[in-house]
């Protein structure tokens, strides 16, 4: 069972920034690709970006594109998503995502075999 941990969630004005961080237990990062998936209330969960597992390679949601930087620490053990110029549409609960492939294949949700619990992100006006 990977264990997955979000962290970085809260409160953002629209335009403003927030960075998520994601870490695992009981297992190594490096060999997997990792990405963020989120889901707004009453819609469906929404691939947002992936990350190689070796840090060569990103795949990016035409949603986030420019606005969102993923970026890993195999050192740490440490996924991030720098969120910036956050937009009230961008509320939702963001989650970090595993896949047991080294490279991304993509971003969709599908794609990824294991989840964290999750951690909600508002955006206000």
């Known amino acids: 069972q990977l264990n997955l941990v979000e962290s970085g969630g809260g409160l953002a004005q629209s335009g403003g920034s927030l960075r998520l961080s994601c870490t695992a237990s009981?297992?190594?990062?490096?060999?997997?690709?990792i990405g963020w998936v989120r889901q707004a209330p009453g819609k469906e969960h929404e691939g947002l970006v992936c990350?190689?597992?070796?840090?060569?390679?990103?795949r990016y949601a035409d949603s986030v594109k420019g606005r969102f930087t993923i970026s890993r620490d195999n050192t740490k053990n440490m996924v991030y998503l720098q969120m910036d110029n956050l937009r009230p549409e961008d509320t939702a609960v963001y989650y970090c995502?595993?896949?047991?492939?080294?490279?991304?294949?993509?971003?969709?949700?599908?794609?990824?075999?294991?989840w964290g619990q999750g951690t909600q992100v508002t955006v206000s006006s």
């Open positions: 990350i190689n597992a070796d840090d060569d390679g990103t």
């Open positions: 995502a595993a896949d047991v492939r080294s490279s991304c294949s993509g971003y969709e949700a599908s794609g990824f075999d294991y």
């Open positions: 009981r297992f190594t990062f490096r060999y997997y690709a």
